[in-house]
Structures are given as structure tokens and as C-alpha cells.
């Protein structure tokens, strides 16, 4: 719930404004029933979990239970926990100044239990927004119990405390986030003497310091991420911190080249603002087949998984390729062509882990896959394509058509003489009808069609000169 117009600063004001006095799972159930019934997205951004993940997700949140997010990289795990935030209220009532974030109803630590006494009914009240409610920390081999716990502070001790007073203490991350969220990512990366700190949070809902006779009730909504190879060999999760978690949800890649090429769009960097840039659909489906195959290839270490990230850097080098070649040849719009595919693999190769008896042919593996991506993708729209008459061209006339990284495109379609048959026709099944009398798009067109014609093995093609330069002939 937002806070009241008029403010409560004092318990009392709290409680004759009616505002509920809730657990976070309970203040998360409810902002997320308010959801569902509205219709509204439980985390906007993420594509494709619609049928699978969410609805998982949202099962474990109305149970009231801690949970993993279990999925390879590039899964949007992280998002999917960032996204949680937004189920807490915009802002909650604490016991002001405190450090763990005390409810004003039942306050935890020995200092605001004092103020409670002290003060009753008049007890000072603090309002504070969601962010500070959520906390992300990413597990790694140095972390300490005192990071996520805590552990005595020596200057509290030196100002005359005793080591006995709970008030020494120097409160961690979980603590801190006392009726709020917390999200440990790559949590088998986390030392098992550390994981063994979580036991009790997660069941008994307290926590120890040392060898303080200490019980501290913390209210948390734990959520930890994991990859499965992670999960089950490089590190572990041990099995009694397993055993507390309330479920497990599975993610996965894109399941469609729709969702692919739409996570593209969504997440790859913008072009710079003084170039206009058009990227065809159909090159970017030619990403997303190469890199389900690649998924699916028994020469990738399919454990590390392939991510949406290598199809949004491939993306982002085809456009960079386009850019740069408008920008040498003066043309007013960039557009990628099948000659910028070849771009993509050795900038694409350290996003990938290959399972390889001989060293050397990664590149080559790459380059396959994007082939075979292509040729499906030419399948899917121009199948039954009439192009003997295109092809009779190379053979009658000598026909030579040569493009390369630096040709504009008028310069491609100038090859062919004139007018080209059936060019109309190929922008419209390819979904760029409305660019026709672009030289660009159009030569993006004809490339590809002439591409899929020598993957077909209809069509020569050479590479000549340099890298970034093919002759296709008859």
C-alpha cells in the first residue's frame, strides 16, 4: 500500500489509519492476487515464459514459499528476480532510525523494543520505498558469514558495550533486509559453511551471530538463481538448504524464433542517432536459427548453454557492419545484408564453449550453423519460388554479381543491367514490400536470394580479393 495522505508518524496515527500489519509474503501474495485480477504481467519485459515459467512463479509466490530460479545463462533469471520488487508496497512504516527495518507493530531488535517501551503509543514512525526492501548479492568465494548476517562490531565494543549486548552487533545484508527481499545469485558459487548460515532463515526464521545466545525473528522472502551445471558439479547447494526452499522454477531459452527475434529488439543496443539503420526481419531470423542450432549442436558444451546474449551481439555486429558501410559509401540508410553475415562468427566465437577433440574449428562450426540457418530460413519464404529465369540470367549472359562489405547497394543491383524479374515479389514475401524502391533493402533482398540459391548448390560463389568481398556467378 502507498502511505496515507496524511502521513502517520507515531504508532498510533499507524493504527487509526488502518494500515495492515502483514507479513512480506503475506504484502506479496496480495499485491500479486491485485495483479492477476487486473490482468497486468507479473514481470514486464520477459518474453516467452508466458505459458511456462510465470505461471510457476506466480504459484510459489501465492504459496508463501523461498524459492530458485534454475536455468542456464541468458535465461533472464536475474530480471525475473529484479522484476519482484514491484509486488512490495510502494512504501512501508518502520520504527524510525531503526537499522533492520523494524515494523512499528512488532518491533525485532533489542533497540526499538526499548523505544517501544519507552515511548507506547507514541512511538516514532519512518516511512521507506521499495528499493530499500530489496537486496541482490552475487555469490562468490570470498563472501563472509558477517556479510550476509553479521558479526560483533569492535567500536560499539570499545564504546563501552558489553560483548553481550545484541546491540555490538554489526548487522549483514539479510538483517538489514528484515521484512523485505533478498536475492543471492549463483548461490552453488557460495561456500557450503556459508550456505550453512541460510539454514536457519530459511526454516526457523532467526539468526546466530557467533556465540550469541541471540534470536532475532526475521521476516525475508528469500530468492536464490542457479545454473544447472553449477547445481550439480561445479559447485553445490547443500542438501538441508535444498530441502528449505519451497520450490524450484525452471527457465529456459526462447522457444520460437518469433521470441528470439523479439528478445533481440527488446534488448540489443540502439544504433548511433545520426544514422538511420533498417535491419530486415528475415537476417534477423537467420540469427535466431543459427543460434537454436548451435543450442542443439552435440560440438557445443550444451551444460554452459548458448544465451539470447550471442544472438544480441550478433545483432548488434551486423548493424555495426551496415553502419560502417554507410557511412564509407555516403548512403543515407543502413541496412544489413547476407555479406555482413560474415561478420558474425569471429566476433560471436568467446560467447560459445565448444566440446572439441581438435582445437581449430571453432570458427568453422560457427560458420556452418549460420549456413544452415540461412538456407532454413530462405525455405520458410521463398519456397516454390520460381528463380529458373534468374538463374538462366547467370548462365546466358555471363552474369557476375559481386558484393562486399563496402559495395553500396545500388552497386549490386546495378549488376544485373536493369530491372531484376520477380524482385517485387521476393521484398514482398520477405515482408519488405513497403521498402521496395529502397537500393538498399532491395539489394539486401537480392543478395539472400542469391545466397540461398549457392547454399542450394544452384550458384557459384567465391570469395575474391579480400575478406568481406563475394562474387556470385554462373
Not at 284 to 304: G, K
Not at 311 to 321: F, K, P, Q, R
Not at 424 to 438: F, V, Y
Request: charged letters at 30%; glycine letters at 8%.
Amino acid at each position: 500500500m502507498a502511505a496515507p495522505s496524511t502521513v502517520p508518524s507515531t504508532l498510533a496515527e499507524l493504527r487509526e489509519a488502518g494500515v495492515p500489519d502483514r507479513s512480506v509474503k503475506e504484502e506479496v501474495r496480495a499485491n500479486l492476487i491485485a495483479r492477476l485480477r487486473a490482468d497486468e504481467p507479473l514481470s514486464t519485459g520477459v518474453i516467452g515464459y508466458e505459458h511456462h515459467v510465470l505461471p510457476e512463479l506466480e504459484r510459489a509466490l501465492l504459496a508463501g514459499q523461498d524459492l530458485i530460479l534454475l536455468g542456464e545463462r541468458g535465461q533472464a533469471k536475474t530480471r525475473l528476480v529484479r522484476g519482484l520488487v514491484e509486488l512490495l508496497d510502494p512504501s512501508t512504516p518502520i520504527v524510525a532510525g531503526c537499522e533492520i527495518n523494524c515494523s512499528p507493530y512488532h518491533p525485532t531488535c533489542a533497540a526499538c523494543r526499548r523505544k517501544a517501551v519507552d515511548h507506547g503509543d507514541r512511538l516514532p514512525v519512518a516511512w521507506i520505498d521499495r528499493e530499500r526492501r530489496f537486496a541482490e548479492k552475487l555469490a562468490t568465494p570470498d563472501i563472509a558469514v558477517a556479510d550476509l548476517i553479521g558479526d560483533v562490531d569492535p567500536i560499539k565494543v570499545a564504546e563501552g558495550r558489553t560483548l553481550g549486548d545484541e546491540e555490538t552487533i554489526h548487522w549483514g545484508l539479510v538483517p538489514r533486509h528484515h521484512r523485505g527481499i533478498v536475492a543471492i545469485n549463483e548461490l552453488p558459487d557460495l561456500p557450503e559453511r556459508i550456505q550453512v548460515a541460510l539454514l536457519n532463515v530459511l526454516e526457523e526464521r532467526d539468526v546466530q551471530v557467533r556465540g550469541y545466545s541471540l534470536r532475532l525473528p526475521l521476516d525475508v522472502l528469500l530468492v536464490a538463481t542457479a545454473n544447472p551445471d553449477d547445481y550439480t558439479n561445479r559447485g553445490r547447494i547443500i542438501s538441508p538448504l535444498k530441502d528449505r526452499f519451497g520450490a524450484q522454477v525452471r527457465t529456459h531459452y526462447p522457444r520460437t524464433v518469433d521470441d528470439e527475434v523479439a528478445i533481440v529488439h527488446a534488448e540489443a543496443a540502439p544504433p548511433p542517432p545520426d544514422v538511420t539503420v533498417h535491419v530486415p526481419r528475415f537476417l534477423d531470423e537467420v540469427l535466431a536459427e543459427c543460434t537454436r542450432a548451435l543450442r542443439d549442436s552435440p560440438e557445443i558444451n550444451q551444460r554452459s548453454g548458448v544465451s539470447v546474449r550471442f544472438t544480441i551481439g550478433a545483432h548488434e555486429t551486423l548493424v555495426a557492419a551496415a553502419v560502417r558501410r554507410a557511412a564509407r559509401t555516403g548512403v543515407d540508410l543502413a541496412v544489413p545484408r547476407v555479406v555482413d553475415l560474415q561478420t558474425v562468427p569471429p566476433a560471436a566465437l568467446g560467447r560459445v564453449e565448444f566440446d572439441l577433440l581438435e582445437e581449430g574449428r571453432e570458427l568453422e562450426i560457427v560458420e556452418q550453423a549460420l549456413s544452415r540457418a540461412l538456407l532454413a530460413v530462405w525455405r520458410r519464404h521463398l519456397a516454390g519460388e520460381d528463380l529458373d529465369r534468374l538463374l538462366a540470367r547467370f548462365d546466358e549472359e555471363s552474369l557476375t554479381v559481386v558484393t562486399g562489405d563496402l559495395v553500396p547497394g545500388a552497386d549490386v543491383l546495378a549488376a544485373f543491367g536493369g530491372t531484376i524479374d520477380g524482385l517485387a515479389r521476393w521484398l514482398e514475401r520477405l515482408g519488405e514490400a513497403d521498402r521496395a524502391d529502397d537500393p538498399e533493402v532491395a539489394a539486401s533482398a537480392v543478395e539472400f536470394v542469391l545466397e540461398g540459391l549457392h547454399l542450394g548448390r544452384r550458384l557459384n560463389r567465391d570469395a575474391v580479393d579480400h575478406v568481406g568481398t563475394l562474387r556470385y556467378g554462373g
